[in-house]
């Protein structure tokens, strides 16, 4: 079983708004967590890195967000772009030095 | 600074055969890693070089290896390939060791744009 869930698995929103994604996972001991986002045939690039400690940290109209009680992390997108159009990706690193990747969630934006 | 490169960017093989795929990481990186993309997988680690040494490995079969230069320049190789061989193979590298499998701090890992395989 995966331990990194992301969802929704896709979304649609209408360029302008705002749009949250979540992350949920299972590894335990925690390091930190990622939140990367993927271009269509592109490579990933890395919005966000949290540690335990960290509750939320920003990238311009990206915030994330970080519940490590629940094992519960948010993407916040404000005010949309048709540049978001992506796919985005949570990274979960555990204290074995393994990386869990979630399946992503696919955004398009819309004119 | 010029970012990760990888080449072939496009590759069509049939099934059987084997191939190579190269990755130049950012001036001054001395880790590279390596991991397969697929639609029903996600992102999954193949295996991380350190030094000219494989540091780490994930849970593929031995017809995957790879190998590091002394220019940090690394390739992977995948042997008698299988329809389930096609992805995007990502090469990512970063300063230090041990980030492909979950760095405690708060390093950035650097992605090339892949390698798309396709095995018919």
């Given at each position: 079983?995966?331990?990194?869930?992301?969802?929704?698995?896709?979304?649609?929103?209408?360029?302008?708004?705002?749009?949250?994604?979540?992350?949920?996972?299972?590894v335990s001991p925690f390091s930190n967590l990622r939140w990367y986002k993927q271009d269509t045939g592109r490579g990933p690039v890395?919005?966000?890195?949290?540690?335990?400690?960290?509750?939320?940290?920003?990238?311009?109209?990206?915030?994330?967000?970080?519940?490590?009680?629940?094992?519960?992390?948010?993407?916040?997108?404000?005010?949309?772009?048709?540049?978001?159009?992506?796919?985005?990706?949570?990274?979960?690193?555990?204290?074995?030095?393994?990386?869990?990747?979630?399946?992503?969630?696919?955004?398009?934006?819309?004119? | 600074?010029?970012?990760?490169?990888?080449?072939?960017?496009?590759?069509?093989?049939?099934?059987?055969?084997?191939?190579?795929?190269?990755?130049?990481?950012?001036?001054?990186?001395?880790?590279?890693?390596?991991?397969?993309?697929?639609?029903?997988?996600?992102?999954?680690?193949?295996?991380?070089?350190?030094?000219?040494?494989?540091?780490?490995?994930?849970?593929?079969?031995?017809?995957?290896?790879?190998?590091?230069?002394?220019?940090?320049?690394?390739?992977?190789?995948?042997?008698?390939?299988?329809?389930?061989?096609?992805?995007?193979?990502?090469?990512?590298?970063?300063?230090?060791?041990?980030?492909?499998?979950?760095?405690?701090?708060?390093?950035?890992?650097?992605f090339g744009p892949g390698t798309r395989l396709l095995v018919l």
């Open positions: 079983k995966n331990q990194v869930e992301q969802s929704p698995q896709s979304l649609i929103i209408l360029e302008g708004k705002n749009c949250t994604l979540q992350c949920n996972y299972t890395s919005l966000t890195i949290m540690t335990f400690s960290e509750n939320t940290k920003s990238n311009g109209r990206y915030t994330a967000t970080l519940d490590a009680d629940t094992k519960q992390s948010s993407l916040h997108i404000t005010a949309s772009q048709l540049s978001d159009s992506a796919s985005y990706i949570c990274v979960v690193s555990g204290d074995d030095y393994k990386l869990s990747f979630g399946a992503g969630t696919t955004v398009t934006v819309r004119a | 600074k010029a970012g990760v490169t990888q080449t072939p960017r496009y590759l069509i093989k049939t099934r059987g055969q084997q191939v190579t795929l190269s990755c130049s990481p950012i001036s001054g990186h001395r880790s590279v890693s390596w991991y397969q993309q697929t639609p029903g997988q996600g992102l999954q680690f193949l295996f991380e070089y350190f030094s000219e040494t494989q540091r780490n490995k994930g849970n593929f079969p031995g017809r995957f290896s790879g190998r590091q230069f002394s220019n940090s320049r690394s390739e992977m190789n995948v042997s008698t390939l299988e329809l389930g061989d096609s992805a995007l193979y990502l090469c990512a590298s970063n300063l230090a060791p041990g980030l492909a499998v979950g760095g405690r701090g708060q390093e950035t890992q650097y």
